[in-house]
């Protein structure tokens, strides 16, 4: 657990790499960021986007949004768009859910690696606590690319994934928790 030393509007934040383990960072847990990675590097990407919304997803928009700046702060380094992995975003809600519930950024990293069938999970960024979800679309994912090379979450957006999830989770208390996951085939 390393802790990085950058900060944006609302938020502290901490990078880990090799696998789980980054704590929330920020004054008072007020929405920090925290990245996770099991290696990643930093190269041209395939092609895609967001893509639609499914029907009947409340964080429908949100996913959509969170791919879509994600691969606008990627072309600004010339780099390709990650297309959204939408068949991984029902287990990508619940690390988010598992993580709020335990307090512990990146306390479910691995628990996909089963579930999303031919990918492999590398690589995870994660806001945590923020106080709604156009936070984490705005300040948190600026927050993480504003680290730069060497920046757990800004080598994990830039890094070689071919695929990537966002998944949500709002707490009882109106906490949102965002969840990116970053996948090669």
Same mark, same amino acid.
């Given at each position: 657990?390393?802790? #990085?030393?950058?900060?944006?509007?609302?938020?502290?934040?901490?990078?880990?790499?090799?696998?789980? %383990?980054?704590?929330?960072?920020?004054? $008072?847990?007020?929405?920090?960021?925290?990245?996770?990675?099991?290696?990643?590097?930093?190269?041209?990407?395939?092609?895609?986007?967001?893509? #639609?919304?499914?029907?009947?997803?409340?964080? %429908? *928009?949100?996913?959509?949004?969170?791919?879509?700046?994600?691969?606008?702060?990627?072309?600004?380094?010339?780099?390709?768009?990650?297309?959204?992995?939408?068949?991984?975003?029902?287990?990508?809600?619940?690390?988010?859910?598992?993580?709020?519930?335990?307090?512990?950024?990146?306390? #479910?990293?691995? #628990?996909?690696?089963?579930? =999303?069938?031919?990918?492999?999970?590398?690589?995870?960024?994660?806001?945590?606590?923020?106080?709604? =979800?156009?936070?984490?679309?705005? $300040?948190?994912? *600026?927050?993480?690319?504003?680290?730069?090379?060497?920046?757990?979450?800004?080598?994990?957006?830039?890094? *070689?994934?071919?695929?990537?999830?966002?998944?949500?989770?709002?707490?009882?208390?109106?906490?949102?928790?965002?969840?990116?996951?970053?996948?090669?085939?």
């Amino acid at each position: 657990n390393g802790q #990085a030393g950058t900060s944006a509007s609302q938020a502290g934040s901490a990078a880990s790499t090799g696998g789980k %383990g980054a704590g929330m960072a920020g004054a $008072n847990n007020a929405g920090g960021t925290s990245s996770s990675t099991a290696g990643t590097s930093s190269t041209t990407a395939g092609s895609g986007t967001g893509g #639609a919304a499914n029907p009947g997803d409340k964080y %429908g *928009d949100a996913r959509i949004r969170c791919v879509d700046r994600t691969n606008a702060l990627r072309a600004t380094k010339g780099l390709g768009p990650i297309p959204r992995l939408a068949s991984a975003e029902p287990c990508v809600d619940g690390q988010a859910k598992s993580d709020s519930e335990s307090g512990k950024a990146h306390g #479910a990293f691995d #628990a996909c690696l089963d579930e =999303v069938k031919g990918w492999k999970g590398v690589a995870q960024n994660e806001c945590p606590n923020y106080g709604s =979800v156009e936070d984490t679309l705005t $300040n948190c994912l *600026d927050a993480m690319w504003a680290e730069g090379p060497g920046g757990g979450h800004y080598d994990n957006m830039t890094g *070689d994934s071919t695929k990537t999830a966002c998944g949500f989770y709002t707490t009882p208390s109106g906490k949102v928790w965002m969840i990116q996951d970053f996948w090669t085939e």
